[in-house]
């Protein structure tokens, strides 16, 4: 019966571990809730995608997630969570959604011939048809690349 508030307008029961004690929500939950209760898709951001895609080392240190809604902020206990607009969104729930946060991120420039590779490699069958259903909405300079992942 106790619920906790875990950010403004957004509340949970939290879970109780016997060691730890009440458990605070994860700040993809919290999103994922903000997401639903605006009425907004939302994918993680590129810094995070490439992270997880294994591209780089490098860790972000703000959670930053991709919308098509508002720019917004949520403050969750010592962290914020950022919601930045974009013009083409695949949703997190989607496989292809982090590849492509991730190109996008990386850019032209950026995205070099052994991240293509990895991906190449790396992909199931199903994401790499799910990205080539996407090609013709993405920018043109992704075509290559994308085509490539997708062979």
Known sequence: GEIRRVARGFYARP??????????????????????????????????????????????????????????????????????????????????GPVIAALMYLGRKGLTGEMVEKLTRDLPASVKEELRLHIPKLPSWMEKPLLRICE
């Open 15 to 96: 879970k109780i571990s016997p060691v730890l004690g009440a458990l605070s929500v994860s700040a993809p939950k919290v999103a994922l809730a903000a997401a639903r209760a605006l009425g907004t898709e939302l994918t993680i951001s590129g810094a995070e995608a490439v992270n997880r895609l294994g591209l780089s080392t490098q860790v972000p240190t703000q959670t930053v997630y991709w919308s098509n809604g508002p720019r917004r902020n949520i403050r969750v206990g010592k962290q914020t969570i950022v919601f930045r607009p974009r013009r083409f969104l695949v949703r997190a729930d989607s496989p292809a």
